[in-house]
């Protein structure tokens, strides 16, 4: 099963930026599509971005398009999401997720993804 782990997130005052990044150890991310999801307290898990397993396809949910942008490295073997013009409403827990190999597309609901990382927090308050 492939390992995911985020990092990148922190507290930041509203208009702020922030880059979060999604590793891999043991497996290479570039046969995998991969998302971005957010969940804040009370609310289900968001679908925030994703990209294909080309990268030539993304997507981004309507409340951060033009803030934010999903990219794929593959000498780093990491899946970055650039966060700009935060706002208080980006304050969530951001979770990076993968899709299985036979699945290269574009998704943004949950149930579409196999593979989880764990997390990281990103607070957006002044």
């Known amino acids: 099963q492939l390992q995911l782990v985020e990092s990148g997130g922190g507290l930041v005052q509203p208009g702020g930026s922030l880059r979060l990044s999604c590793a891999a150890s043991?497996?290479?991310?570039?046969?995998?599509?991969i998302g971005w999801f957010r969940q804040a307290p009370g609310k289900e898990r968001e679908g925030v971005s994703c990209i294909s397993r080309s990268g030539g396809a993304t997507d981004y949910t309507d409340s951060v398009k033009g803030r934010f942008t999903i990219s794929r490295d593959s000498a780093k073997n990491t899946v970055y999401l650039q966060m700009n013009s935060l706002k208080p409403e980006d304050t969530a827990v951001y979770y990076c997720?993968?899709?299985?190999?036979?699945?290269?597309?574009?998704?943004?609901?949950?149930?579409?993804?196999?593979?989880w990382g764990q997390g990281t927090q990103v607070t957006v308050s002044s």
């Open positions: 997720a993968a899709r299985t190999i036979n699945k290269p597309l574009c998704a943004r609901d949950p149930v579409d993804y196999r593979d």
């Open positions: 043991g497996i290479t991310l570039d046969y995998r599509a």
